[in-house]
């Protein structure tokens, strides 16, 4: 029997990550742990958003023609560049998985992103073993199943006096959290999209970025209805060996200018890699931090505005009444700004890396979800967690409030109080004997089982 460094390093791992930064980076970091364990990795990525290979000298990478050069890759048209990414990406990932077959190399399986669906299908017509990486609240998967039993009770649509309606048996949603209108006819593209990713086909097992305690409850609905091993490995970040793997230049400067304020004082503000306010909403954004008169560290993504550039949006005067206590950036190194100890809160859409970054470093939250999974996420960590504050909409006076009562006020220390308290839930999670640790050591054991 070899050991480790024998025959489980010669086991390949193929990792195929999906091309938008939340998704690429919980994939890389799962094959920073993999090989850690002994595996060799190969990530097949495309040609778009592709990983910067010198990074990972440990990893072998392949990058896979998208024919994405030209096309809209911009928030509005996501859905149709994930399409043509599984339509594209097929047969060059089959031709070259063949070929390693035919060379003997040993693939161990096909670990995949849940939206690149290619390398499933091209994973079960070799007979290959594949299992999907989920990076994300498993109440979010849950609510499709809520959705559809919904629709079969002929509940959708609702009228709109319901939106702020418990939904009945799965507190604390709202009607309003699903992650699709409620109140009208849906579109059967939307429909197709939520049941395709609802269907798991061939996967051997659900590897989850998340905490098995704090997600346990939908992840019990959920294996009754993918009867696969589930393993919570999260947060992969924790677990990981530290690499970089942000697709933008992060502005380590705001470390040092954080160095200089005091403990717990600073907000810090981003809206994550995707979504997008206009313009009017950047400006209240803009005045309501500014009024709040609380230290900030503002992450304006040039994209954050659908065509233009976000920090050329923002008021001069702004800019000039807050330059003694304010820095903005375009993109920070989040992870290390969360675990400065000068930021004291973080006011966020509640993107599900972003959420677990900040529970694992203790800073409770100013939620304001903008898409997709980020409603259910922030009524998570307000409702369920109670470690964040729920922002109704992007005004400035209720920004001002909001901030300052998360910061200063006497409720935002209980809640500070319940995020430190989850941050050592989290930190018992990931270290020895704790369920993601031992869910980590049974995935091991699983994938090598999986290649005899
Ligand atoms: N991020 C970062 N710098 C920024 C803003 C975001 O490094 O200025 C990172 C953040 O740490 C997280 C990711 O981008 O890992 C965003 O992922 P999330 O799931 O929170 O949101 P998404 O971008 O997918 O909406």
Not at 178 to 197: C, G, H, M, Y
Request: charge should be negative; charged fraction near 20%; proline fraction near 7%.
């Amino acid at each position: 029997m070899e050991t480790s460094s024998g025959l489980e390093r010669r086991r390949r791992v193929v990792l195929v990550p999906c091309p938008f930064q939340g998704h690429i980076t919980p994939m890389l970091q799962l094959g920073a742990i993999l090989h850690s364990k002994g595996f060799s990795i190969l990530v097949a990525h495309t040609k778009f958003n592709s990983p910067n290979p010198s990074n990972y000298p440990h990893f072998t990478f392949l990058t896979l023609p998208d024919n994405l050069d030209g096309f809209d890759t911009s928030f509005d048209n996501l859905v149709n560049a994930i399409s043509v990414i599984n339509t594209n990406c097929e047969a060059p990932f089959e031709e070259h998985m063949v070929q390693m077959v035919a060379e003997e190399e040993q693939v161990a399986c096909i670990i995949y992103d849940s939206i690149v669906k290619f390398a499933e299908v091209v994973a079960d017509r070799l007979k290959l073993p594949s299992i999907v990486l989920r990076n994300i609240n498993a109440a979010y998967m849950h609510s499709h199943l809520v959705i559809f039993k919904l629709l079969a009770e002929n509940l959708i649509p609702l009228p709109e006096s319901q939106l702020h309606a418990a939904i009945p048996g799965v507190h604390p949603l709202r009607y309003k959290d699903l992650p699709l209108p409620a109140t009208i006819e849906i579109p059967q593209n939307v429909l197709d999209f939520q049941r395709s990713d609802m269907d798991i086909r061939s996967s051997s097992a659900v590897i989850w970025n998340n905490i098995d305690q704090l997600d346990h409850w939908p992840l019990q609905q959920l294996q009754q209805h993918w009867p696969v091993p589930f393993f919570s490995i999260g947060p992969l970040h924790k677990m990981a060996p530290d690499i970089p793997t942000s697709l933008l230049e992060e502005e380590n400067n705001c470390l040092s200018w954080l160095d200089k304020q005091a403990p717990n004082s600073v907000i810090y503000v981003s809206l994550g890699s995707l979504a997008i306010i206009d313009e009017k909403e950047l400006i209240e954004m803009a005045w309501g931090l500014a009024k709040s008169e609380q230290p900030f560290l503002w992450a304006v993504r040039p994209s954050l505005l659908n065509g233009s550039d976000a920090m050329k949006s923002l008021p001069e005067d702004f800019i000039k009444n807050t330059r003694e206590r304010g820095l903005v950036v375009k993109w920070a190194p989040q992870k290390k700004v969360l675990a400065h100890p000068a930021v004291g809160g973080f006011f966020t859409h509640c993107g599900w890396n972003s959420t677990l970054e900040s529970m694992c470093e203790g800073v409770p939250l100013v939620c304001r979800p903008c898409l997709v999974d980020q409603w259910i996420n922030a009524r998570y960590l307000t409702h369920v967690w109670r470690v964040g504050i729920e922002l109704e909409n992007l005004q400035q006076i209720t920004i001002e409030n909001a901030v300052r009562s998360l910061m200063v006020s006497e409720e935002g220390e209980v809640i500070r109080q319940r995020a430190f308290n989850m941050k050592q839930e989290v930190d018992r999670c990931i270290n020895e004997g704790g369920s993601s640790h031992e869910a980590l050591n049974r995935l091991v054991e699983f994938i090598i089982s999986l290649s005899g």
